[in-house]
C-alpha cells in the first residue's frame, strides 16, 4: 500500500520532529525532516530531481540557527514556483502567520500541532 503523499518538514526543536515522524506516519504520509532552510531547500531539490518530488512543505517560521520560514519560501518559490507549503509557529499573531497567503504560503499550523488540524491541512491541502 502507498502513502498518502509525501512531506517535508522543517523544524529546529527535535521533539517537534519527532512528533511530527509518528503523527505523519500515523496519518499515512512519508516524511523527510530538516532542522533549517538550507537543508529543507537541499533536500525539495534532490527529491524534485530524483523525480519524487514532496507534495507539501511545512516550515517552521522562526529558527534561530539557520534560514527560517520567511527566507525558506521565497528560495523554494525562485526553484519551484507551484510549491505548497505551510508556515508554522506557536506564534499565532504573528503578521505572516496571519496573512499566510501575501507571504506565498498555502497553508498555517500552529503549534503545539493538532492531530485533526494536521490531518484536514493535509488532506485540503494535497488531495484537493
Known amino acids: 500500500m502507498g502513502t498518502k503523499g509525501k512531506v517535508l518538514l522543517m523544524d529546529d526543536e527535535e521533539i517537534i520532529i519527532d512528533v511530527s515522524r509518528e503523527v505523519l506516519k500515523f496519518l499515512g504520509y512519508e516524511a523527510d525532516f530538516a532542522k533549517e532552510g538550507g537543508a529543507a531547500l537541499r533536500l525539495y531539490k534532490q527529491e524534485k530531481e530524483a523525480g519524487q518530488p514532496f507534495d507539501l512543505v ?9 534560514m527560517g520560514g520567511r527566507e525558506t519560501i521565497a528560495k523554494l518559490r525562485e526553484y519551484d ?3 505548497r507549503a505551510v508556515v508554522s509557529s506557536g506564534f499565532a499573531n504573528d503578521p505572516v502567520v496571519q496573512d499566510y497567503a501575501s507571504f506565498g504560503f498555502s497553508g498555517r499550523l500552529t503549534k503545539p500541532y493538532r ?3 494536521m490531518k484536514a491541512l493535509l488532506e485540503d491541502l494535497i488531495h484537493k
Open 115 to 117: 492531530i485533526n488540524e
Open 58 to 66: 511545512i516550515v517552521d517560521l522562526t529558527i534561530p540557527e539557520g
Open 81 to 83: 514556483p507551484g510549491v
